[in-house]
């Protein structure tokens, strides 16, 4: 028999979920794994490649970065599965206009040491559109990173007017309805007592259950249902995102902040010695 025999415990999707429920799973817990992660990259990186390597060929004179998101993910893509095309990514992103729709993408840039050329008075698509307005675009290549799948066709059609070649590119999308559905029976199990504990290793998970939870009219179910479930955080950030919302914190590792040590704290708390 495992400590955890019997027990159910709830952990967020992560790019660590397979191992942390492997730990939990040895130790004899029922596992419920739910997704909370709101962006996923592309399901196909062929497209987002092709758009990459005719990039970093020089294929760009200018480029659109509509999220900070869409930088990162495109370099994550990049160290992937093309590796030896990062260097040339870069260099062509410090010669082309950087064109940025807010302060997100500027900050990404300034992780590789870079800086918009251009910022729109107001982080929109429209205000994009105002901003490169009094400017000639004819015959300029401009990229555009696009936010999801959502093709912009304002921001699309607007440059192809104004005389620009226009490629885009889409290096992430958004959770869809089923994964929020899955999230909404969550709270419904937390919240009927069926959930022993639940692990949080992201505070980007605690943001996205209380975002559904609010959408779903919902927050008072879950907060009452979690003050009966043992809530775990992998460390500080995690625990402190917690509490902001009002919720209580049972256990977070002494000091190592990682999925073995939480699981092993889950183990100590819910043990068969504590029950």
């Known amino acids: 028999m495992g400590d ?7 952990i967020a999707e992560s790019r660590e979920l397979d191992v942390f429920a492997a730990l939990l799973e040895r130790r ?10 709101e962006i996923h990259d592309a399901p196909d990186p062929a497209p987002v490649l092709a758009w990459v390597e005719k990039f970093a060929a020089g294929g ?8 900070g998101e869409g930088l990162r993910r495109l370099l994550s893509c990049i160290d992937r599965h093309r590796p030896h095309v990062r260097a040339a990514f870069v260099e062509q992103l410090a010669r ?11 900050r990404a ?5 870079l800086k918009p050329d251009l910022v729109a008075a107001q982080p929109t698509t429209a205000g994009v ?7 000639n675009l004819q015959g300029r290549r401009v990229g555009v990173q696009l936010y999801g799948t959502e093709p912009n066709r304002a921001l699309v059609d607007f440059l192809r007017a104004a005389g620009a070649q226009v490629t885009t590119v889409a290096p992430y999308v958004y959770a869809d309805a089923a994964e929020e559905r899955a999230i909404v029976q969550l709270i419904e199990e937390i919240a009927a007592g069926r959930v022993d504990a639940i692990a949080f290793t992201s505070l980007q998970q605690v943001e996205r259950l209380a975002r559904v939870a609010q959408a779903r009219s919902a927050t008072d179910a879950l907060a009452g249902g979690l003050a009966r479930t043992c809530v775990a955080a992998v460390g500080p950030v995690v625990a402190d995102t917690l509490r902001a919302k009002g919720w209580r914190v049972d256990l977070m590792p002494e000091a190592s902040f990682f999925m073995k040590p939480l699981a092993t704290a889950l183990a100590e708390r819910l043990g068969p010695a504590l029950r």
């Open 60 to 67: 760009c004179d200018d480029l659109i970065l509509l999220t």
């Open 28 to 37: 004899g817990a029922k596992v419920l794994r739910c997704p909370m992660v």
């Open 96 to 106: 082309v206009r950087k064109i940025a729709r807010g302060p997100k993408p500027g």
């Open 4 to 10: 955890l025999d019997g027990r159910v415990v709830a």
């Open 129 to 135: 559109i105002e901003s490169l307005r009094a400017g």
């Open 109 to 113: 840039m300034r992780e590789l040491g």
